[in-house]
């Protein structure tokens, strides 16, 4: 998130520090790939006013018979119809292959597996990015029994870049949220697809966001109240640049994975992450990464030779010595372990699924309050 990113290194705050609980028998549980196949599918719907017409990828629990369909999966470049599809593939040559993966892992149109009604997540992507930015991420988390929508926000996608950073958008995006969220949970709404129409429970909603669609899945919880909590990857949801003030006006329990050489919002938004942290409605928990970067957690490092910061080689912020960045399968494996942890605990009401949360692992800090 290149603009906003800049605006954000001008001044830091404080942090705060709690305790995790030893390991445990369940510490591991979100590690690996839950029980079920992992379907997908596409749509289009329009917000409430249908003055946005927005893509919306869904990846969902789907029947045992998906399961050797995923596991092949499919090209990344297949998200998109042509000409777009051309234009990603060239990006996608473009990019490392350890920090861009070239195939997804869903059976496209695959049956919803039974065990409705299911807990539903909506993901914001990063400013210039797409819906299918953290398509593992989606996978991961289908496979342990979420639904997850991730609509592309218009003119804020890399094909359609020309909304401007401001806090008038941002509150454009979240209504993107909203009026995909309207959509889903309405059973006879014709666009949703009939794998997981009328399938989806209102009470288990949550939303999980990226760089700017962290500060969007901040602005939407403050302005819709169905979400039972937020996810905020690699940005602050309040800072003197965007949503200045929104950590007192959400209500919302809201968690970080922060990556601690993100020298895209630079050390000075990382400390914005930790004072949002330290007087967010709790539960909450700060989740830190050694050697991570800005992109380092998504499927979109290094794409098209941009969204560098994460991928390969980067410069420590803010004395610039060279590193290099915690591997990518690595960083995506820690983001789906503590974000899939963190749904099943907080969205899906599973109390052993704190332990997994709470407990660091390699590379990994934990907070929680």
Not at 68 to 82: H, S, Y
Not at 225 to 240: K, N
Not at 292 to 309: E, K
């Given at each position: 998130?290149?603009?906003?990113?800049?605006?954000?290194?001008?001044?830091?705050?404080?942090?705060?520090?709690?305790?995790?609980?030893?390991?445990?028998?369940?510490?591991?549980?979100?590690?690996?790939?839950?029980?079920?196949?992992?379907?997908?599918?596409?749509?289009?719907?329009?917000?409430?006013?249908?003055?946005?017409?927005?893509?919306?990828?869904?990846?969902?629990?789907?029947?045992?018979?998906?399961?050797?369909?995923?596991?092949?999966?499919?090209?990344?470049?297949?998200?998109e119809a042509?000409?777009?599809?051309?234009?990603?593939?060239?990006?996608?040559?473009?990019?490392?292959?350890?920090?861009?993966?070239?195939?997804?892992?869903?059976?496209?149109?695959?049956?919803?597996?039974?065990?409705?009604?299911?807990?539903?997540?909506?993901?914001?992507?990063?400013?210039?990015?797409?819906?299918?930015?953290?398509?593992?991420?989606?996978?991961?988390?289908?496979?342990?029994?979420?639904?997850?929508?991730?609509?592309?926000?218009?003119?804020?996608?890399?094909?359609?870049?020309?909304?401007?950073?401001?806090?008038?958008?941002?509150?454009?995006?979240?209504?993107?949220?909203?009026?995909?969220?309207?959509?889903?949970?309405?059973?006879?709404?014709s666009a949703?697809?009939?794998?997981?129409?009328?399938?989806?429970?209102?009470?288990?909603?949550?939303?999980?966001?990226?760089?700017?669609?962290?500060?969007?899945?901040?602005?939407?919880?403050?302005?819709?109240?169905?979400?039972?909590?937020?996810?905020?990857?690699?940005?602050?949801?309040?800072?003197?640049?965007?949503?200045?003030?929104?950590?007192?006006?959400?209500?919302?329990?809201?968690?970080?994975?922060?990556?601690?050489?993100?020298n895209s919002?630079?050390?000075?938004?990382?400390?914005?992450?930790?004072?949002?942290?330290?007087?967010?409605?709790?539960?909450?928990?700060?989740?830190?990464?050694?050697?991570?970067?800005?992109?380092?957690?998504?499927?979109?490092?290094?794409?098209?030779?941009?969204?560098?910061?994460?991928?390969?080689?980067?410069?420590?912020?803010?004395?610039?010595?060279?590193?290099?960045?915690?591997?990518?399968?690595?960083?995506?494996?820690?983001?789906?372990?503590?974000?899939?942890?963190?749904?099943?605990?907080?969205?899906?009401?599973?109390?052993?699924?704190?332990?997994?949360?709470?407990?660091?692992?390699?590379?990994?800090?934990?907070?929680?309050?």
């Amino acid at each position: 998130m290149r603009a906003w990113a800049l605006a954000l290194g001008v001044m830091a705050a404080g942090c705060t520090a709690s305790t995790t609980p030893d390991a445990g028998p369940d510490a591991g549980a979100y590690d690996e790939p839950g029980p079920y196949a992992v379907g997908s599918a596409h749509a289009t719907l329009s917000t409430r006013d249908g003055g946005r017409v927005l893509s919306v990828e869904l990846w969902y629990p789907a029947t045992a018979d998906a399961r050797a369909e995923a596991a092949t999966g499919f090209p990344m470049a297949e998200f998109e119809a042509e000409p777009r599809r051309t234009q990603l593939a060239g990006w996608i040559s473009q990019a490392p292959e350890p920090c861009t993966p070239r195939l997804a892992h869903s059976a496209r149109g695959a049956p919803l597996a039974a065990g409705a009604p299911w807990p539903l997540l909506l993901f914001s992507h990063c400013t210039e990015c797409f819906r299918f930015s953290m398509h593992s991420l989606a996978e991961r988390l289908a496979s342990h029994g979420f639904v997850v929508a991730a609509p592309d926000h218009l003119d804020n996608t890399r094909f359609d870049a020309t909304a401007p950073l401001t806090n008038a958008f941002l509150a454009v995006r979240a209504g993107d949220l909203s009026g995909v969220l309207d959509l889903l949970l309405d059973p006879n709404a014709s666009a949703v697809p009939e794998a997981v129409r009328g399938q989806l429970d209102p009470a288990r909603v949550g939303v999980v966001g990226h760089s700017f669609g962290a500060v969007t899945a901040g602005k939407f919880v403050e302005l819709d109240a169905r979400p039972r909590g937020a996810f905020l990857i690699a940005a602050p949801v309040d800072s003197p640049f965007l949503n200045s003030g929104a950590i007192t006006r959400v209500t919302t329990p809201m968690s970080w994975l922060l990556a601690l050489e993100d020298n895209s919002i630079s050390y000075l938004g990382n400390g914005f992450i930790r004072d949002n942290f330290a007087r967010a409605p709790k539960p909450s928990w700060l989740i830190e990464v050694n050697e991570a970067g800005h992109w380092t957690f998504s499927d979109i490092a290094g794409l098209g030779g941009d969204y560098l910061p994460g991928c390969g080689e980067g410069r420590r912020d803010p004395d610039g010595g060279v590193f290099t960045y915690l591997d990518n399968d690595v960083g995506r494996r820690i983001a789906q372990r503590y974000v899939t942890a963190w749904a099943a605990h907080v969205i899906h009401g599973e109390e052993a699924a704190g332990t997994s949360l709470s407990t660091p692992v390699d590379f990994v800090s934990v907070r929680q309050r």
